[in-house]
């Protein structure tokens, strides 16, 4: 594969490291020449002393003197400029957007603005501004290359295939922790019991999205626009155990899966040496010792989180912003034990009730609303 030089969006979190091992991993074949985090300058730190980048830059603006003071020879920037300095950075031919949550919205346009590929890990961006990302996508002629497995899974299948061929995907779910658990019995859970999810190690903001399904709803919103799809072309299954990543069904019958045990790293790197694929030093898959893969609906009455995305999906302008702006509020709320897991639905759709959609926003109206929305339910006791 040809030399690639990345810059990474969300260096620090759990994309972030993974990305930092599949680099190292496919030694100088990618090079990382720009980092960028949240708030964890020590560790931010430690990644730019190995990997040696020309720009890092830190999220949290009180804290890029003290970054700067622990790095010598690293040219350092810190808040939103930042970010977008490391976005658009001139040595780098992508960029991997992996911030959490719709923070990632604006320098994952910047990237794209400055004419990069974009590896994409933040859902959340094509929530929130899909029309506005897609559009600027074309505009440049660069390429939106998904991160999520079950995203990556339905690119695969479609390598070489036509899109109007395509009649249906099919996105996988593991159902979370609390699958078959009482519904009663879900407002009693803790944060501890939300976090524990049984195949995948992810973030707490991801992990608790997987245990309410709203994972799997922004999910259907990010494949709707990544590939051209109607919410109704968009299904979703549970799946137990988390092997078969996702399925594209075409017009002829034929149904395409995409398998492989639950590792995020094999997404990771298919993102990053695509068109090409690159030998990667895992055990081989043994479908004989797969006793049995199962597939069920999902229970929408256990996780109406889920019928809320497709319901913001099907009024479509500004309310998917309002579902996911909702939603990241809800979570924070519950991970800091201030409201229950059941109380993260009725917060989206309070705040979807009392929305009135505007058609084809721009982004300044999108981010117009996803500050509304916070403002408004960051006040509520």
């Known amino acids: 594969m040809r030399r690639r030089r990345i810059a990474l969006l969300g260096s620090t979190g759990s994309i972030g490291l993974s990305t930092c091992e599949v680099v190292r991993r496919l030694g100088g074949r990618v090079e990382i020449v ?8 020590e560790l931010l730190a430690e990644q730019a002393r190995e990997f040696r980048p020309r720009l890092v830059a830190v999220a949290d603006e009180a804290r890029g003197a003290e970054l700067s003071a622990m790095l010598d020879g690293v040219e350092v920037a810190a808040g939103s400029e930042g970010l977008n300095r490391v976005a658009a950075i001139g040595e780098a031919d ?34 929130a501004a899909g029309a506005v990302v897609t559009e600027l996508v074309r505009a440049k002629g660069v390429s939106l290359i998904p991160v999520d497995s079950e995203h990556s899974a339905v690119f695969q299948c479609l390598q070489g295939e036509a899109r109007g061929s395509v009649r249906r995907i ?37 992990t608790i999205d997987s245990a309410t399904m709203m994972n799997k709803g922004l999910e259907v919103i990010e494949a709707m626009w990544l590939f051209g799809l109607r919410p109704e072309q968009v299904d979703v299954v549970v799946h137990r155990q988390s092997v078969v990543h996702s399925m594209v069904e075409f017009c002829d019958g034929s149904v395409l899966a995409q398998m492989g045990e639950p590792d995020m790293k094999g997404p990771i790197q298919y993102a990053l040496t695509w068109p090409e694929r690159v030998e990667r030093p895992v055990e081989p898959f043994d479908l ?9 609906p999902p229970d929408l009455d256990r996780f109406p ?19 996911n702006a909702a939603n990241e509020v809800a979570v924070e709320r519950f991970l800091g034990g201030e409201i229950a897991l059941t109380d993260i639905p009725q917060w989206i759709r309070r705040s979807m009730d009392a929305h009135t959609v505007t058609t084809a926003p721009d982004i300044h109206e999108i981010l117009r609303v996803d500050a509304a929305v916070r403002k408004e339910l960051q006040s509520v006791a």
């Open 170 to 206: 099919v996105l996988t779910a593991s159902g979370g922790p609390f699958v078959d658990l009482d519904p009663d019995e879900l407002a009693r859970v803790s944060v501890e019991q939300a976090l524990k999810h049984p195949n995948w190690e992810m973030g707490a903001k991801v």
């Open 288 to 296: 004989s010792t797969r006793r049995e893969l199962t597939f069920e």
């Open 34 to 41: 720009a980092l960028a985090a949240g708030a964890n300058v």
């Open 305 to 323: 989180c889920l019928a809320l995305a497709y319901g913001a999906a099907r009024a479509g302008g500004t309310m998917p912003t309002v579902l």
């Open 94 to 127: 992508m960029v991997v957007s992996a911030i959490v949550g719709a923070a990632g919205v604006l320098p994952t346009l910047e990237a794209i603005r400055a004419g990069k590929d974009v590896a994409l890990a933040n859902k959340e961006t094509l929530v």
